[in-house]
């Protein structure tokens, strides 16, 4: 269940802007606020089917939006390289004294700190 939360999530985030203000509104108040159907059906006025309903489509729609586009798996390996990058570098600088000049010493540390920058959430 957490699992799903977390992907609508990110889904969310890169497709959001392709959905309408109300099945935006929708998707935010169920996976990102833990409303119940019926809560925010009262808010919309509407069944809590109906709201069921509108969560099933723009999930869909959603995975639908990934599976053309591939943003969030893109993104996902790109972040994934960067993170093995960052282990990379910080491997060498730890294996102390294997780089023979202090000035590639450094220039390994000011790209550590920059991945880092990158990284961070």
Known sequence: MLE???RVGILSAFYGP???EKQRRIVELYYDNDLSLGEIAAEYSISRQAVYDILQRTVKLLEKYEKRLALAERYRLERD?????????NELRLAGGSLADPA???KL????????E????
């Open 4 to 6: 799903k939360h977390v």
């Open 18 to 20: 392709l959905l309408t």
């Open 81 to 89: 390289k960067l993170e093995q990058c960052r282990a990379n570098i």
């Open 104 to 106: 590639s010493k450094e």
């Open 109 to 116: 540390t000011e790209a550590l700190d920059i991945l880092d």
């Open 118 to 121: 990158l990284l961070a959430d």
